[in-house]
């Protein structure tokens, strides 16, 4: 509706409606219009003859009246006149049709855009919704109203998560020194692999909760795999100093190639008691928690479950912009000191036109083709897989279309 003061969304819907007249008369309107603000209904001459009924006016006791009449003999309803020219009466609404939609209750337009960075930010519940949106920037959703579980309905969702309570929180709220305290852990075998991987190995830093994931051939690999990763810790955070590490038992993290290499770079190395996860708990609980927004990701592509790799990779970006339960901010903003920005999110598995490479593409022929997204490598550069051979390749988040 466009008013002096300017342009106003007031209509939020349309659809068929029914409704009742004060002595029965059943009313149909096929092509309603939805606005929840308004006090008072309008229906035209037209939906009237619509219903088969006839209409004429009448004056009695100087009052005019109109007349819906059925087969031009019958009134079935007698609505008086106000002084504006318009006809009145009350009606009912049928009481199988008071149930409508929630997109009928909101904005249409929201609840979509909800939707949307829903399945971006893969899957998360109302709370942690609420947290990625108060310490983020980048998306539309700042001072808009958060669903909860029992307002929105997500079936990748239902079918992916089950979550089961954990014990009360024996964890202290003392914050350890950055650095201080790496956590480890290896997930696998998986069936199916993933190309050439069958498991993932995680590393979680106790005091803000920065993750590195990498994905393994065999667990052969997990100490070199490792041993890079402690390397790029310690040339990128010159002022601290990795102090202990915890992993389980496995013979990759006992051998004496591994002891001897942490003993040179001053590391302890701390083992729990065999077959007690808890012990190693804040790796198992990062590994059951990519699981959790993992599942959901899979289920939502329609896409075969060994492309369980990529989506791990993605959830470990998407982790690292989440607040945790023992920190307001989010790990990447507590590392690095920036907040997080969201808008070169998208939702993983969707459809992406990528530029075709200079040799491939000819003058007159198309300029990008159809591939699936499948994470990003930074904010300026994105990961998408070849449908028919599964490989994979990156491109350029600015020249592409999603």
């Given at each position: 509706?466009?008013?002096?003061?300017?342009?106003?969304?007031?209509?939020?819907?349309?659809?068929?409606?029914?409704?009742?007249?004060?002595?029965?008369?059943?009313?149909?309107?096929?092509?309603?219009?939805?606005?929840?603000?308004?006090?008072?209904?309008?229906?035209?001459?037209?939906?009237?003859?619509?219903?088969?009924?006839?209409?004429?006016?009448?004056?009695?006791?100087?009052?005019?009246?109109?007349?819906?009449?059925?087969?031009?003999?019958?009134?079935?309803?007698?609505?008086?006149?106000?002084?504006?020219?318009?006809?009145?009466?009350?009606?009912?609404?049928?009481?199988?049709?008071?149930?409508?939609?929630?997109?009928?209750?909101?904005?249409?337009?929201?609840?979509?855009?909800?939707?949307?960075?829903?399945?971006?930010?893969?899957?998360?519940?109302?709370?942690?919704?609420?947290?990625?949106?108060?310490?983020?920037?980048?998306?539309?959703?700042?001072?808009?109203?958060?669903?909860?579980?029992?307002?929105?309905?997500?079936?990748?969702?239902?079918?992916?998560?089950?979550?089961?309570?954990?014990?009360?929180?024996?964890i202290g709220h003392k914050r350890p020194k950055f650095l201080l305290r790496i956590h480890g852990d290896i997930c696998g075998p998986i069936h199916p692999p993933c190309g050439p991987f069958r498991y993932f190995m995680v590393l979680i830093v106790a005091s803000t909760r920065w993750s590195h994931v990498c994905l393994l051939t065999t667990r052969n690999t997990a100490f070199a795999r490792f041993i890079v990763q402690i390397i790029k810790l310690k040339a990128q955070f010159l002022d601290y100093d990795i102090k202990k590490v915890r992993l389980d038992n496995a013979g990759e993290s006992t051998s004496q190639a591994f002891n001897d290499y942490c003993v040179s770079m001053r590391i302890d190395v701390e083992h729990p008691v065999p077959h007690v996860h808890r012990q190693n708990g804040m790796a198992e609980s990062l590994i059951k928690r990519l699981k959790l927004i993992a599942r959901p990701l899979i289920l939502r592509t329609k896409l075969p479950i060994s492309i369980w790799g990529h989506a791990i990779l993605h959830v470990v970006a998407l982790v690292q912009i989440r607040p945790s339960a023992y920190n307001e901010y989010s790990p990447l903003q507590m590392t690095y000191g920036q907040v997080p920005n969201l808008s070169h999110l998208h939702i993983f598995g969707c459809a992406v036109y990528v530029p075709i490479t200079p040799p491939q593409r000819t003058k007159m022929g198309p300029q990008r083709r159809l591939r699936i997204y499948v994470g990003y490598v930074s904010t300026s550069i994105i990961r998408y897989l070849e449908p028919q051979t599964g490989d994979l390749f990156t491109a350029r988040f600015a020249d592409c279309h999603f």
């Open positions: 509706m466009n008013t002096i003061n300017g342009h106003a969304k007031i209509i939020l819907g349309f659809g068929e409606a029914n409704f009742i007249m004060p002595r029965g008369t059943h009313f149909k309107v096929n092509d309603a219009l939805y606005f929840p603000k308004s006090h008072r209904n309008l229906i035209s001459f037209k939906d009237i003859r619509s219903n088969g009924y006839h209409i004429e006016t009448m004056n009695k006791d100087g009052i005019e009246y109109l007349c819906i009449k059925y087969e031009r003999q019958y009134i079935l309803e007698k609505l008086p006149m106000l002084s504006s020219g318009l006809y009145f009466t009350k009606i009912n609404i049928i009481a199988s049709n008071v149930t409508v939609n929630l997109s009928d209750n909101h904005s249409c337009e929201f609840t979509s855009t909800f939707k949307i960075w829903h399945e971006r930010l893969g899957h998360p519940g109302s709370v942690m919704m609420r947290k990625i949106v108060q310490n983020s920037n980048g998306h539309p959703l700042k001072n808009q109203k958060i669903f909860k579980s029992g307002e929105f309905s997500c079936k990748a969702c239902s079918e992916g998560k089950l979550i089961i309570r954990p014990s009360p929180n024996k």
